[in-house]
């Protein structure tokens, strides 16, 4: 069994910075693709950013693209988002999740359905 749990969120002021830590527990992380997405009220979960399971390659959405950041540690079996220039628009609760496919073709990964594990989430607010 494939356990995730986020930690990181908080309140932060326009501009500023968080970062969001995914610590997976059960399985070698070092198989898996690792995805965050996020969720405001009201709106249906969006993909943010993906890293594939070697970390070459990665993928994010228009919106986060240039302000976020996302890496993968898999000795210590943990994925980082870095956020930076955060605004309010930003504020949702954060989702890491994994699934053992690769990244590579298909963009599967912008897709929520597609993921196999998930965590329970942070919440992230950005104050104007």
């Known amino acids: 069994q494939v356990q995730l749990v986020e930690s990181g969120g908080g309140l932060v002021q326009d501009g500023g910075s968080l970062r969001l830590s995914c610590t997976v527990s059960g399985r070698t992380l070092s198989s898996y693709a690792m995805g965050w997405f996020r969720q405001a009220p009201g709106k249906e979960r969006e993909f943010v950013a993906v890293?594939?399971?070697?970390?070459?390659?990665?993928s994010y959405s228009d919106s986060v693209k240039g302000r976020f950041t996302i890496s993968r540690d898999n000795l210590k079996n943990t994925v980082l988002l870095q956020m930076n220039s955060l605004n309010p628009e930003d504020t949702a609760v954060y989702y890491c999740?994994?699934?053992?496919?690769?990244?590579?073709?298909?963009?599967?990964?912008?897709?929520?359905?597609?993921?196999?594990?998930w965590g329970q989430g942070t919440q992230v607010t950005v104050s104007s």
């Open positions: 890293i594939s399971w070697h970390g070459g390659r990665t």
């Open positions: 999740a994994a699934d053992p496919r690769q990244v590579s073709s298909g963009n599967w990964w912008v897709r929520s359905r597609e993921y196999r594990y």
